[in-house]
């Protein structure tokens, strides 16, 4: 069956970027879940369309494609937000207070696991970020904020204008 | 790079380091780094810059030196001495070649002769915090790469394997299998297609040990795999690494291609006729994939879902191919032992367990951070000598192993710990987070905690673990929020059964553990919530009605 090539192609270099990565892996199977790390880094989310055209160029069905990229965490089929707040769940984390965190951030940007209807903050979780001595940690586009107080993330949503 | 070229690189670069006056040795871990230690190195360069020493005085970057909870942290070599809690202010004082400049900074000196490190022993971290993991020559000064020209020059691929059994090393992702009878599995297979698998995707919760050992001294797993590869007939290898690893990843992708360039990988290593190349897969954030063949389906691109086993990876594993899959640490501890015999390694530790192990410290706990201890040592000497004991609280509980481990009460302080006593009281090793709770962690929600995470993190692919992770989570949401009757802990306990016995993967088969072990040792905590209608650590709001609960 013929597949639905996007109705507007990509245009600029980080289509030509996609295809570099592809080819590394000589458009095989095997490369999907290096290929969609290269995707989602080059276009910040995966949308159906580049998932098909991912699909259609490693001549691999779409199911296998959207089944791969739904499974693992760290793809994102929704586009992300400007800024990024990532709280840490990892046990040390978790015994030392992050649920709050959570809370205040879905309290004052988005519910966890979203981006605020402005599109300015997404909110989300981590299963452990590997920083368990510097509980409770977050991740604020990629810095990570070390032993954050209750009120801690106070100055970091201040600097980047949420009310 | 031939063998003698080896031995004269590591000679030249000993000699030079030996002629500097100073080496200023700044911890650039994730710990550190995130308490501002890059600037602090930037710092640092400058102020020798500044008093145009920069030919007397090397300012470079190393791995985790253990002690996460005073970082940024900086070892200056000429002197041994190790400061701590450190800001950029600091460099022109550290960088002086003037003791009394230095008078302020004694609150900042920490005691290396103090328990935290004078009860460790070091293996695999040896080199973590002393040499710079971007600078293959720092590596080879400490004695990199001897091992991997030992084996290659002096030893047959069954000599190496027969060190690794005597070694007694068992693997340190969690399970304990010994690690020289999984070698023998894949060197007896017929010579054709292998691989060798490093499994980094650490995905417990609380460990952060494979890390570490990654970004502090990532030639040394290298070293590891490529001598695993000689030795079992294989010439590829791959790096399973976790997405979330930033700094671990882009360091290997630096070794790597360093290592390539001298002919430590890749066509005619040291010049001899073996070849080994490494390449690194990311995952993508699915906590299954340490599973080794859920593993194997994600280095192939798919799915991370496990199967059946048997086959087993050594007869059918990376594109049905024999195949070692072994963690970060298991490969770290390899180059010691080809270079001190199997039989140095195995008079460390216990009759069963031998060598040592890396902890990652966390939680309620004053030294936070990375431990290595030889294996044996009681969980109090870890808690209350190395770890500093509890700050302002009392000692409840200590989790091992991740969402498949347990709690271990106070009573078990005294325990010697290794693989078999772990097991013993429904513990389990895991691969070595040892998180710390005092009395303001209440034990049901700790078991509610572990269950959501191993109900997010079930591929779907069996069905009691898929929905018994589900059932659980409920009774045990409930239970924290007053809503639960007595005969919801029958219940729980046999859930608990069904997952163990007849899940397909170890996802499900220890997703029960943290359950049961709280069940056995804090029943009254549960009894509190049920009966009593309250939560002992204050921690869970029960909201529910207290006669609907017991009607």
């Known amino acids: 069956m013929p597949i639905a090539l996007p109705a507007a192609p990509l245009k600029d270099n980080r289509e030509k970027l996609l295809e570099r990565a592809m080819s590394r892996h000589q458009y095989s199977g095997d490369g999907l879940i290096e290929v969609l790390h290269t995707a989602q880094e080059l276009y910040g989310f995966l949308s159906v369309p580049l998932l098909k055209t991912i699909a259609h160029k490693l001549r691999l069905p779409p199911s296998r494609v959207l089944g791969v990229a739904s499974f693992y965490h760290f793809f994102s089929l929704k586009p992300k937000g400007e800024h990024t707040f990532v709280v840490c769940l990892g046990t040390a984390c978790y015994v030392a207070g992050a649920l709050g965190l ?19 903050v997404s909110v989300e979780t981590a299963r452990c970020i590997g920083s368990c001595g510097l509980a409770p ?19 970091e949503l201040e600097r980047i204008g949420v009310e | 790079m031939t063998v003698e070229e080896l031995s004269e690189m590591q000679a030249q670069e000993t000699e030079r380091q030996q002629k500097l006056q100073n080496r200023l040795l700044c911890c650039t871990a994730a710990g550190c780094v995130s308490c501002g230690a890059d600037r602090l190195r930037h710092a640092l360069a400058d102020a020798v810059a500044a008093q145009g020493r920069s030919a007397e005085v090397e300012v470079c970057g190393t791995g985790c030196m253990g002690l996460c909870s005073r970082g940024p942290l900086v070892l200056s070599a000429a002197d041994r001495r190790l400061y701590g809690n450190l800001t950029p202010e600091d460099a022109p004082a550290l960088a002086s070649p003037n003791a009394l400049d230095r ?40 004695g990199g790469y001897q091992a991997l020209a030992k084996a290659l020059t002096e030893m047959t691929p069954r000599g190496v394997v027969e060190q690794i059994r005597e070694s007694g090393l068992r693997g340190r992702g969690g399970a304990g299998y010994p690690t020289g009878l999984k070698w023998e599995l894949v060197a007896k297979q017929p010579p054709a297609k292998k691989f060798v698998v490093c499994n980094a995707d650490e995905g417990d919760p609380g460990a952060f040990m494979d ?22 007939g294989a010439q590829q290898g791959y790096i399973y690494v976790r997405g979330e690893y930033g700094l671990a990843i882009q360091r290997l992708q630096n070794a790597i291609k360093q290592a390539e360039r001298e002919h430590l990988l890749g066509n005619r290593i040291l010049e001899t006729g073996f070849q080994f190349r490494i390449d690194l897969r990311m995952g993508a954030g699915a906590f299954v994939c340490g599973e080794e063949t859920a593993l194997i389906a994600s280095i192939e691109g798919k799915r991370g879902q496990p199967r059946q086993r048997p086959p087993y990876p050594p007869e059918s594993g990376l594109w049905n191919a024999p195949t070692l899959i072994n963690n970060v640490e298991t490969f770290a501890n390899i180059a010691p032992i080809v270079v001190n015999g199997g039989a140095w390694f ?34 109090r000497t870890i808690l209350f000598d190395i770890g500093g004991g ?37 513990s389990f090793m895991g691969s070595g987070g040892l ?38 989570h409920d009774i045990l949401l409930r239970i924290t929020k007053g809503e639960a009757g007595p005969e919801d802990l029958a219940m729980l306990q046999s859930y608990s059964t069904l997952l163990r016995e007849t899940s397909l993967c170890g996802l499900g088969q220890g997703a029960p553990n943290p359950v049961m ?7 009254q905590e549960y009894e509190a919530h049920i009966r009593e209608h309250r939560c002992p650590a204050g921690r869970c709001q029960l909201t529910g009605r207290l006669e609907e609960a017991t009607a």
């Open chain 1, 102 to 120: 959570v809370e205040t951030l879905e309290h004052r940007c988005a519910k966890a696991g979203t981006t605020s209807p402005d599109g300015k």
């Open chain 1, 137 to 155: 940690a977050v991740i604020c586009d990629g810095r990570v904020l070390a032993r954050v107080a209750p009120h801690g993330l106070d100055e």
């Open chain 2, 103 to 142: 008078q302020h900074l004694a609150a900042c000196v920490i005691d290396l002769d103090g328990p935290f490190f004078a009860r460790q022993h070091k293996i695999v971290l040896a080199n973590s915090g002393r040499v710079d993991p971007e600078k293959l020559p720092d590596y080879i000064a400490a």
């Open chain 2, 211 to 232: 890390r570490s050992v990654l970004e502090g001294d990532p030639h040394r797993v290298l070293e590891g795999m490529a001598i695993a590869g000689y030795a079992v």
């Open chain 2, 346 to 379: 195995a008079s460390i530790g216990t009759a069963s367990s031998k060598g040592t192990k890396v902890f990652a410290l966390a939680g309620k706990i004053a030294n936070t951070g990375l431990v290595e201890v030889p294996m044996g040592v009681t969980l």
């Open chain 2, 390 to 426: 509890i700050p302002g609280g009392t000692f409840k509980a200590a989790q091992t192993g991740g969402p498949s481990g347990g709690c271990i009460p106070e009573q078990f302080l005294d325990l010697p710990v290794d693989y078999e006593s772990l097991i013993k009281i429904g």
């Open chain 2, 435 to 472: 998180i710390v709770m005092d009395d303001s962690s209440c034990m049901v929600d700790v078991a509610r905690f572990f269950m959501e995470f191993c109900m997010d993190e079930s591929c779907g692919k069996c069905i009691p673990c898929r929905t018994g992770t589900v059932q659980m």
């Open chain 2, 517 to 523: 072990s709280t069940l056995k040792y804090f029943p």
